[in-house]
Each structure stands twice: as structure tokens, then as C-alpha cells.
């Protein structure tokens, strides 16, 4: 039983373990993909049943009597179907779709003559199951969204199963049947589809997570078995301990990553290299993260078990503070290599930009710096007795302002943690005895404030040396001047153009209308951040060159370019052209043949990048995730400049025109940093005037106090958890609450409670502010844009294929001039024109209206209607407007849906919110010291009665309180003065009484005593009378007997006259100081001949202990407590008496220590008083006495006992002086 108690949390570790692994087995490894088919199949029953009633119900409203032809209204509710359970409703009058539930779905071309009754449908956009029903004329089409298939993926939209269906993303969903595929059937059986389980791991993360939680668990029971095993081998030596259980400890880690165990762990992002990565051993954020929690576990067990050997070894101190150092600055290689080697924001004064990865980076930092912290408070606590205090805190001092010097010169890391780690070594020594006890809440706040200020500089050290290499290789790849997203968008481009039939006919044509067709199709959206310039050539064209005004032939001319500059785009025929003039450039080349001219038509398309792009700039949710801006680059702004002229610039700074103007010396280095305005700017020197600025806002002093506020309240909670979690009489203490802490944490609650409601209002109040500014400037635009269309429209019956050519390039010059994307629906919802068609083209969204406009603006007849729409994750805000001619018949409506703005809208939100909850911070992290002072002002004097009381004596004068505020307190303090007064008079009668009492009682035990030899001497000597007078033969052997008798007699009773004389007067001590070491050995030499008794001395390698007391009286105490403890053994018991001689702090501690019989409870509190005794004779004085000696010393003396083991007796005296 007892081993199975001693080995219950391996067992259970163990145990935990073989269900993660055989969890993971079945989740990984046991065919997942088919039960996650089947439990597919079984949502998808469910949702064709829900499909069918609603199918049901709308057969229903059709065929009514009342029914009066108008979809919108009856289908209306319908609408909300798609967003909120994945179902979508079309209703097709033969091959025109004339209803849609969502425009999400509603593609005309996919849409039409007769559908099958059920069938799978791949749209676009996602892939569906359809439903259709035939009502009449009318093809009623019910849909259920089974999986995104965009064309493209970003953070907005992604190619994921949606809700309810539950399957990895990587699974494909087919029509085919085959032996890789599974397949998916109806209800009666029937075959509607497969699904190939493509994708290494075949389950879902969501099925991984309780194993993955089983394992955690396994590893905390293991940890605690191993903490319990170093415990229980405290005996062995140390450093063999500690150096097992690291080489136990990098085992299991080696295991893990050389083994990959538990695969599981890396289905998980936590895993994922793209977060971090770095080696063969830190290949993941989730391995560092192990890697800390086993090195502050290492830690935390050499903490609690390190001891220093016995004797005043300086070398092995000096090792064991070089070794902490080592720690520290071990600790600092990881926190540099996390920062330096993730995509991970350590940046807290942009608190948006922290995710829970972040917090797991900082999770990590705290591991790492609170293990080296451990490590140096056990040092620097083992390692006090044997320094001199004063050398100690002198010598970091001057180390410390020699280390600070350096660090602020030359700005290293290494440096910064010297300079912590000598801080913390003097904060610890300089706090000993103070009113910081370790573990209270002040002494916890000081370490965490201090490790959190050296924290947020090392942080923003590692960040610095991260951004500038970010901005090295921005300005290296601005240099190269390509544009990844727009030479994907040329591929893309060029398959359209080869089939293109409208570009051959319009050659014949005039130049601005082939010039308008190629700039509305091809050459809007993404591509207005480049001046196009669209040139023909056939073969007898000529060209003038500027500035020689020179004519050269057209084709050739190109054709040279192309040769001399051009780099071709895979599989088209565009060019990057590598001009070096700072600018981004591409040319395109089509030919054509042409019937009037033999040698055909060739069309050069050449784009050079703008300075300042155009309009309201191309949406994130258009940009695939590969073409997406790196996320390091998003605070960045950058310039060119070619000739010292700037020709491009991005973000948030305003540089100036010409280069010159910035006092920038790039003669020396091909990279040079600088800073002015605020912002830090490296500037890559291209050669030839011609320049590259990266610039990125300065980490500023207001930074440090916006982020040291987080930093702080983060580490204080780990601090509490871990000191909480790991001391048990800590847990204990905080049960008890004081009236101090009673007032910080009502102060500190109120503070934060109103905190949180001002804040929670004011944000709220401001985003609706922010929301409905952006909504007045929606209209404000949608305003002028009605008007400047309108203007066109009034006298327009129907929209002309020459309006809607007009429409085309009127709403991309509208697009430039508002900032803003519009589209043109028709009458009947399917749009017609639109500055942004990339959204329609790319199938993010079907050209049909959003089905809750169409329904305001047709059916309710809205003048103006906005509501809150969805594309994926993206959510913005929408406008539409009818188009009403003078007649009063509609046109179309206009929409002006805002998600280009969108991000700025969000930006400037998240901005507002993100200062405000730094403000609130700075405030609550005010309130909390605010708290501390203002309840240490109001305890204060509390606490001065407190000490008084515990201060009261009856032997002494008391002192009283001096408080001249009249308030409640001074009313107390009032009352206790005058109460120590009563208290001084009671006491002086109280001590007359006790006097005469003890005197009484002493009379009677020296009566006692002097009775108890009288008579038997009075027996004897009447005896003896008898006996001289009888006159026997045995008289001289009797008188002989007789007379030693008496002189016994005699002798006990000059003994009790001594020892009484003794007590009522012990002589005035005579101090000196001297050696309380080589008098403690003195004392034991006299007991050496005691050879039934083993007495042992303990020095502990003190050979000079001074003190300042009655040398005399002082071995006579001893010398007492010694013969006590050899009298308490029993006869038949091998005595052992242990003296052993200490320093704690200031004072010297003496123990002598026995194996006797122990002190029975009822008699211990009698000890020391003066006529208790437990032996058969003596008035029982000694121990008084000692006590008496050893307070005229200013010591103290108590003792501990257990029966039938022994007792110890303790006495304290204080240190005359500290040794060197």
C-alpha cells in the first residue's frame, strides 16, 4: 500500500498516457475519415429534411389561391435562411432566374433550363446540394452550402466546409466514384457524391483535442512524481540530483522531438514552423514553449533543494553566483532567439496587434526569467551567512553603476541582464530584514516591477534588431521592383486576351474606344495604381523618340526594349522591365492579324507604377494570402527616389520631394539608419542618386509607459500562480485578510468596476460615433454620386448598350474622385456595371443585388436603404439608392458598398479602443499604488497600536502614542494611553503581590527544605548522646558514622543557602566580548570523562564567534544545560548530548540537544520558573537562573521536546560584531 501511495502520480501518469496514445492511434492512424464521413452523411439527412420542409412550405404559398404572383414578398423570410443555417432558395420561370433568397449563390449563368430533381453543384464560389421542385411554371430550387471553393484565400475568405458539416478543409469533395474516394448516399441509399480524404492528418483538430489534453495531464503527473522523487533522495548529494534530473528532463525533450511524440500536437498552429522555427531542436513555437516549462520545473527543484556544503567556501560561492549568471544570460539567448526567429508581435503599445500567440511568446519570457530569478534568490539566500552584508551591497553598487554605464553606451542585451541580475542579487540582501518579507505582496510587486521594466527593454532591444533586418530586406526587395500580385493578375489577363473576340473587331475601330474596352476589362481595379499607356503598332508605324525627336519604326523599337530590360512573366506575353527609374513597370505584347493589313496589328501595353495610387485602392479581400503584404511589413512606410526625386511612397509618413532635403550620409555603408520626425528610417543607397527609405514609428518613451503597465499586471498574475500553486503556507497566510487588505481591494475594485463601466461607455459611445460618421460619409458620397449619374439618366427610358458603356467608364472616374466602389444594379437585380467587377469575375459574390435590398428598394419602395453585409469574415457597410428617371420609372439602383474602407474604418476603431485601454491601464495600474499608499496611510497608525500592544509588558514602562489628529483613531489611541496608564499602576501592584507570593513561596520551599535534613540531624545526634552515655563497645565506630552523616547534612543545607543566595542575587554581570566559540569548547572539555554519556560539538565552521556578556556566567549557564541534559537520560539508554553552535543574521544560536525521556506537556510551561524541580531533591532554581543569565546577555532561551525522544534546549545571543 505504501509503495503504491509513493508511486500513485507515475501510475497515473502512465496511466494517461497510454489512453492519449491509444486515443491518438484511433484518431490518427484507425480510418477517422470514415466516421467523420458517416457522421457527414448522417448532416447532411438531417439538413435535406430541414431543406425539404421549407421546400414545402414554399410549394404551399405558391399554389395558394392568394397568391398573387409577387416572389419578393412571400419568399422574403426566406432570405435569412442562408446566413444562419446554409440554405438558399432560387426560383427559375424557364431559363430567367426571377427570385434568389442571397447573392451569394444567385449566378445567372449556372442557373438555368430544367434542373434535376437533386443534383450536386459546384458554383464559383462553393459547392452545393440543390433540391428543385416544380411548381407550376416555376422551377423552385433549394440549396444546402456544403464547402467554399474560392478561387482564391485570404484572411476573409477560406475553402472550408461551413457549418454544420465538420471536415477537414483539405478534403475534396468529388462526383466520381473511386477506390480513394468515400462515398456519401441519401437517405434510401442512393449515390450523391464523394469525398476524397486528401490531407496528411484525416480528423479534425477539434477530435485531437481531449487526447491532447490527456497528454497534458500525463506530463503534469509526471512532473509532480519527479519533484516527489528529488525530494525523496534529498539526502544524496546535490549536484548528482540536479544533474539527473537535467539529463532526465532533456531525455524526455530529445524523445519528443527526435520521435515526434505526440504526433497529435502537430495538427496544431502551436506547432506550425511558420509561427517559429529555428533548429532541429526549436522547430516550433510549442517546443520552445516545453522546452521553458522543463527548464523552470529544473529550476524551481534547484531552488528548493540547493544548500551550500558545510564550511566557508568562497570559491564554491563565488561559482554558484557565476553559474546564476549563466542562467540569466542562457535565459536571454532564448528570449532573443524567440523574438528574433517568429512572426510572434511583442510590441504591447500595439496591443491589436497581440493574439494569443503573443501571449504564449510572453508566457514563455516569464518561464525564462522567473527560472533564472529562482535559481539567484536561492543563492543569494544560502550564500548570506557566509558574506559580510556591508562588502556584499558596496560592491554591487559600484558593479552596478559601472554596468548601467555600460549598458546605456553601448545598448547590448547582455549587458541589460548583468545589470539585473547584479540588481537583483543587491535588492535581495538589501531587503533582508526589512518590512519586505519574502513572499508578502510589496516584496512581489518590487521583483515583478523590477524583472518587468528589464523585460520590456530587452523586448524592445530584440524587437529593434528584428525590425531593422525587416527593413533591410524590404528596401532589398523594393530594389528588385517587381509586383507579385499584379504579375499573377497579368497571367490571368493573358488567358482572357487570347480568346478575347471584341479586341480584334475594335482595331478597325477608332483608338479611345479600343483604349476604353481594354481599360474597363482588363485594366481597372488592382491596375490603377499604374498609368497605362496602350500603343498600336502595325507595320509601317513610326515612333518619335523624346527628347532626340527622332522617329524610329514602331515595332522595332519595342522589341528592343523588350530584349534590352524585359524578364517574361511565365506564360504570357508581358515583360517586367527592369528600367531601374525607381518605378515598377511592366509591358505586354498582343498581336493580331489582321485581313486590310498583311502584316497584322500588334498591341503594346505598358504600366508603369503611379506615385500616388488612384481611388480608393484594391481590397485585401481580392488579394490571394500568397500576395498579401508580409504582416512585418505593415507598419512600414517606404519612398523611392530616382535622380534624388521621389517617384513612389506608401504608408502612414510624408516624405519630402527631394532626398537632399534629409541630412542622410550614405557614402560609407550601403544601409544607414537614422531618425527624425518621430520615425526611425533606413535608407538603402542604390548608387546613382537613387535611393530606397524604410520607415517605421520610433519606440518612444510614451511607448515604454503604455507597455510596461501589461507587462506588469501579466507577470504579477504568473507570479501569484506560480507562488500560490508552489507554497502551500502561502495559500495559507492569504486566507487571513487584514483591514489593510480589506481597503486596497475595495478601493482597487471600486476603481475598477467604474473603470469598466466609464470605459465601456465611452468606447461604445464613440465606435457608434466613428460607425455613423463613416455612415454620413457614405451618403454624403452616395449623394453625389446619385446626382452625377442622374444628371445623364433623367430623360433615359431604358438603359442603352451605350449607357451602360458610358455607366462603365463613368463609375471608374466617380471611383477615383470619392475614394469609393460603386456598382449599377438593373431593374430586375443583376448589375450592370461596376468600378470593382473583380468581385463578380473572381466568383467571390454572384452578380445579383443583395435579396434584403432588392426587396426594401422594389417592395417598400426605399429612397435610400444601408445595412451590414458579409463576404466570408469581411463585414461592411452598404448603401443603395434607386435610379429614377423624370417619369418616375426605375432604372436600376446604385450601391456603394464599403469594404476599401472598411479596413480604415476598423483601423481607426481599433486605434481609438487601443488607446483608451492603454489610458485605463496607466489609470487602474495609478489606482492600484494609489490603493497600497492610502491604506498603509490609514493602517499606519493602526498598525502603531498594534505594535505597541504586542509591546506591552507588565515588567516595564510602557510607552504611549502620540496622535494629534481627533478622529476615530485618535479617539482608540486616546483610550489606549489612558489604559496603559491604568496598565502601569495595576502592573506595580501586581508586581508587590507577585513579589511577596514568590517571596512566601520560597520561604516555605527553603523551610521545606531545611525541615527535611534537620530532623533526622536531631535523631542522630540524640541517638549519639544516648550512646555516649550507655557508653557501648561500638561507640567510636558509631560517632564516626554519626558525624559523616551530619557533615551530608550539613553540606545539602549550605548548598540550598548558596543556590538560594544565588537567585535572589546573581552579581552584577562583568561584559566582555570574547569567543563564544573557544568558551563553548572550554565548557565541553570538563564532560569528556563522562564515558557513559557520547557528547558531541557542532561548530559548523565557526571558529570566531564574538560576543559581549559575563564570560563566568555564561559557561555557568552552559555548564547547567549540559549537566540537565546528561541527568535526563535514562540509565539504560546510550546517552547522546549534541551542542551545536550557529549564526543566524546577527546572532549567535546555541542547541544543546539530548535523547532523554522528553518533557511531559503538563509541566512544560513550569520550566523556568524558580521553584519547580522534577528531580527528588534541589529547590529547582537552575533553569531559572540560566534564563536569568542569558536575559541580563540580551538573549533568549526556549526549548523543544518530544516525549521518549529527547529535548533541545535553545539559546540566542546577539553577535558583538560581523566577521570579515
Known amino acids: 500500500m505504501e509503495n503504491i501511495r509513493k508511486y500513485s502520480f507515475l501510475i497515473l501518469s502512465l496511466t494517461f498516457f497510454a489512453f492519449a496514445f491509444l486515443l491518438e492511434h484511433q484518431r490518427l492512424h484507425h480510418a477517422p475519415e470514415v466516421k467523420l464521413i458517416d457522421q457527414f452523411e448522417q448532416q447532411l439527412h438531417e439538413q435535406k429534411k430541414l431543406l425539404n420542409s421549407r421546400l414545402d412550405e414554399i410549394e404551399e404559398s405558391l399554389t395558394e389561391a392568394d397568391f398573387n404572383g409577387n416572389l419578393q414578398a412571400t419568399l422574403f423570410p426566406y432570405s435569412s435562411l442562408f446566413p444562419n443555417q446554409g440554405l438558399g432558395f432560387v426560383v427559375l420561370d424557364g431559363n430567367e432566374l426571377i427570385y434568389w433568397s442571397h447573392n451569394h449563390f444567385a449566378f445567372t449563368s449556372r442557373f438555368s433550363g430544367k434542373m434535376a430533381s437533386q443534383e450536386l453543384l459546384a458554383l464559383p464560389n462553393g459547392i452545393y446540394l440543390s433540391l428543385t421542385r416544380k411548381v407550376d411554371s416555376l422551377q423552385v430550387v433549394g440549396l444546402i452550402h456544403i464547402k467554399n471553393i474560392y478561387s482564391i484565400e485570404n484572411q476573409y475568405i477560406s475553402n472550408e466546409f461551413v457549418e454544420p458539416f465538420v471536415l477537414p478543409e483539405s478534403f475534396v469533395i468529388q462526383r466520381e466514384k473511386s477506390s480513394y474516394n468515400l462515398p456519401v448516399r441519401d437517405e434510401v441509399g442512393d449515390y450523391l457524391f464523394s469525398v476524397l480524404p486528401a490531407g496528411k492528418i484525416k480528423c479534425t483538430s477539434a477530435q485531437l483535442l481531449f487526447p491532447a489534453a490527456l497528454f497534458v495531464m500525463a506530463f503534469l503527473f509526471l512532473l509532480v512524481f519527479t519533484r516527489k522523487m528529488v525530494k525523496h533522495f534529498r539526502h544524496e548529494d546535490f549536484l548528482m540530483r540536479i544533474m539527473v534530473l537535467a539529463l532526465a528532463l532533456f531525455g524526455f525533450y530529445w524523445i519528443h522531438i527526435l520521435f515526434r511524440l505526440p504526433q497529435l500536437v502537430y495538427a496544431f498552429d502551436l506547432f506550425d514552423p511558420s509561427l517559429y522555427a529555428y533548429s532541429f531542436w526549436l522547430p516550433s513555437l510549442g517546443d520552445l514553449l516545453l522546452l521553458a516549462v522543463l527548464f523552470f520545473f529544473w529550476s524551481m527543484n534547484f531552488a528548493r533543494e540547493f544548500s ?165 530586406l524590404m528596401a532589398v526587395t523594393l530594389n528588385s521592383e517587381h509586383d507579385p500580385a499584379a504579375e499573377i493578375f497579368l497571367t490571368d489577363i493573358q488567358q482572357e486576351l487570347n480568346v478575347d473576340s471584341v479586341i480584334p473587331y475594335l482595331l478597325s475601330t477608332t483608338y479611345q474606344e479600343l ?327 473572381r466568383g467571390i459574390v454572384s452578380n445579383r443585388m443583395n435579396a434584403e435590398a432588392y426587396y426594401e428598394l422594389i417592395e417598400n419602395y426605399q429612397i435610400s436603404y444601408s445595412q451590414p453585409e458579409r463576404i466570408g469574415d469581411l463585414s461592411y457597410l452598404s448603401v443603395y439608392e434607386p435610379i429614377i428617371n423624370d417619369m418616375g420609372d426605375y432604372l436600376g439602383f446604385i450601391n456603394l458598398p464599403y469594404f476599401t474602407r472598411g479596413d480604415e474604418l476598423k483601423q481607426e476603431i481599433s486605434t481609438f479602443i487601443v488607446a483608451f485601454i492603454n489610458l485605463y491601464v496607466l489609470l487602474f495600474l495609478a489606482s492600484v499604488l494609489v490603493a497600497v499608499l492610502l491604506a498603509n496611510q490609514i493602517t499606519r497608525p493602526l498598525s502603531m497600536v498594534r505594535e505597541k500592544l504586542k509591546g506591552i ?147 559548523d565552521g565557526r571558529d570566531e564567534l564574538l560576543v559581549c556578556a559575563d564570560r563566568e556566567q555564561i559557561s555557568r549557564a552552559l555548564v547547567n544545560l549540559i549537566k540537565n541534559a546528561i541527568q535526563s537520560i535514562p540509565p539504560k539508554r546510550k546517552g547522546k548530548v549534541k551542542v551545536v553552535l550557529a549564526k543566524k543574521q546577527d546572532w549567535a544560536v546555541i542547541s544543546v540537544r539530548d535523547n532523554g525521556t522528553g518533557i511531559p506537556e503538563d509541566i512544560r510551561q513550569q520550566m523556568f520558573q524558580p521553584n519547580f524541580t522534577t528531580k527528588s531533591s534541589g529547590m529547582g532554581l537552575g533553569l531559572a537562573i540560566v534564563k536569568k543569565i542569558i536575559e541580563n546577555a540580551h538573549g533568549k532561551i526556549w526549548f523543544e521536546t518530544e516525549l521518549d525522544q529527547g529535548s533541545t534546549f535553545y539559546i540566542e545571543l546577539p553577535l558583538h560584531q560581523e566577521i570579515s
Open 953 to 1099: 509588558q507588565l515588567v516595564k514602562k510602557n510607552e504611549q502614542i502620540s496622535y494629534q489628529r481627533d478622529d476615530e483613531i485618535g479617539a482608540l489611541i486616546k483610550e489606549y494611553n489612558r489604559k496603559v496608564e491604568e496598565l502601569a499602576e495595576s502592573a506595580e501592584l501586581l508586581a508587590r503581590t507577585e513579589r511577596e507570593l514568590a517571596w512566601r513561596e520560597m520561604a516555605k520551599q527553603v523551610a521545606h527544605e531545611i525541615k527535611n535534613p534537620l530532623t533526622p540531624m536531631k535523631l542522630n545526634i540524640q541517638y549519639l548522646q544516648r550512646a555516649k552515655n550507655e557508653k557501648g563497645a561500638h561507640f567510636d565506630e558509631y560517632f564516626d558514622r554519626v558525624t559523616r552523616t551530619l557533615i551530608e547534612q550539613i553540606d545539602t543545607l549550605s548548598d540550598i543557602a548558596t543556590e538560594f543566595s544565588n537567585f535572589a542575587k546573581i552579581p552584577k554581570a562583568r561584559n566582555e566580548v570574547f569567543n563564544l566559540a573557544t568558551q563553548l569548547t572550554k565548557v565541553t572539555e570538563l564532560f569528556e570523562s563522562s564515558t557513559h554519556i557520547d557528547l558531541s560539538v557542532e561548530l
Open 308 to 472: 551550500f556544503s558545510k564550511g566557508n567556501n568562497r570559491n564554491e560561492i563565488f561559482s554558484a553566483h557565476c553559474f546564476s549568471l549563466l542562467v540569466y544570460l542562457f535565459a536571454n539567448y532564448l528570449i532573443g532567439n524567440l523574438i528574433q526567429n517568429s512572426s510572434i508581435s511583442f510590441q504591447l503599445n500595439r496591443i491589436d496587434d497581440v493574439d494569443q500567440y503573443s501571449v504564449i511568446g510572453f508566457i514563455i519570457v516569464a518561464l525564462l526569467f522567473f527560472a533564472a530569478f529562482q535559481i539567484n534568490l536561492k543563492i543569494v539566500e544560502s550564500s548570506v551567512r557566509y558574506l559580510s552584508k556591508k562588502r556584499f551591497l558596496w560592491g554591487h553598487l559600484l558593479l552596478i553603476v559601472v554596468f548601467v554605464g555600460l549598458s546605456v553606451h553601448y545598448k547590448n542585451s547582455y549587458l541589460y541582464m548583468i545589470c539585473l541580475f547584479l540588481l537583483t542579487n543587491f535588492s535581495v540582501l538589501a531587503l533582508e530584514n526589512t518590512h519586505f518579507k519574502k513572499h508578502s505582496i510589496s516584496y512581489i510587486i518590487y521583483f515583478v516591477s523590477l524583472f518587468a521594466f528589464f523585460t520590456l527593454i530587452n523586448i524592445q532591444y530584440f524587437n529593434q534588431q528584428r525590425t531593422i533586418e525587416s527593413q533591410k
Open 515 to 841: 483604349e476604353s474596352y481594354l481599360e474597363r476589362q482588363y485594366f481597372g481595379g488592382y491596375f490603377r495604381k499604374y498609368e497605362l499607356d496602350i500603343i498600336l503598332c502595325s507595320g509601317s508605324d513610326s515612333l518619335l523618340v523624346e527628347p532626340e525627336n527622332q522617329w524610329v519604326p514602331c515595332f522595332p523599337f519595342f522589341e528592343e526594349m523588350i530584349e534590352e530590360s524585359g524578364t517574361r512573366i511565365p506564360g504570357t506575353n508581358f515583360y517586367f522591365m527592369d528600367n531601374l527609374n525607381g518605378r515598377i513597370s511592366y509591358m505586354g505584347r498582343i498581336f493580331y492579324p489582321l485581313s486590310a493589313d498583311s502584316l497584322g496589328t500588334s498591341v503594346f501595353f505598358e504600366l508603369n507604377s503611379r506615385l500616388l495610387p488612384e481611388g480608393a485602392g484594391f481590397p485585401e479581400l481580392l488579394l490571394d494570402r500568397s500576395m498579401a503584404k508580409p504582416h512585418r511589413y505593415r507598419h512600414f512606410s517606404y519612398a523611392k527616389y530616382f535622380n534624388h526625386e521621389l517617384v513612389t511612397l506608401s504608408g502612414d509618413y510624408q516624405y519630402n520631394y527631394y532626398i537632399d532635403s534629409y541630412d542622410v550620409q550614405t557614402d560609407s555603408s550601403e544601409f544607414v539608419l537614422a531618425r527624425w520626425d518621430g520615425y526611425d528610417h533606413l535608407t538603402h543607397d542604390l548608387g546613382k542618386g537613387n535611393f530606397i527609405i524604410v520607415s517605421c514609428e520610433t519606440f518612444e518613451l510614451m511607448d515604454y509607459l503604455i507597455s510596461f503597465p501589461y507587462l506588469f499586471v501579466f507577470y504579477f498574475v504568473f507570479v501569484l500562480l506560480v507562488v500560490f500553486g508552489g507554497n502551500s503556507s502561502f495559500r495559507k497566510k492569504a486566507k487571513l485578510y487584514d483591514l489593510k487588505f480589506k481597503i486596497q481591494a475595495a478601493i482597487i475594485t471600486v476603481v475598477l468596476a467604474s473603470l469598466f463601466v466609464v470605459a465601456g461607455g465611452t468606447i461604445y459611445y464613440n465606435i457608434q460615433e466613428y460607425e455613423n460618421r463613416h455612415q454620413d460619409d457614405l451618403n454624403e458620397k452616395m449623394k453625389s454620386i446619385s446626382e452625377e449619374i442622374g444628371i445623364n439618366l433623367n430623360d433615359v427610358n431604358a438603359l442603352s448598350p451605350d449607357l451602360v458603356d458610358w455607366l462603365w467608364r463613368e463609375l471608374n472616374k466617380l471611383s477615383i474622385v470619392f475614394r469609393t466602389d460603386i456598382n449599377i444594379f438593373g431593374v430586375n437585380g443583376e448589375l450592370i456595371a461596376s468600378s470593382r467587377p473583380e468581385l463578380y469575375l
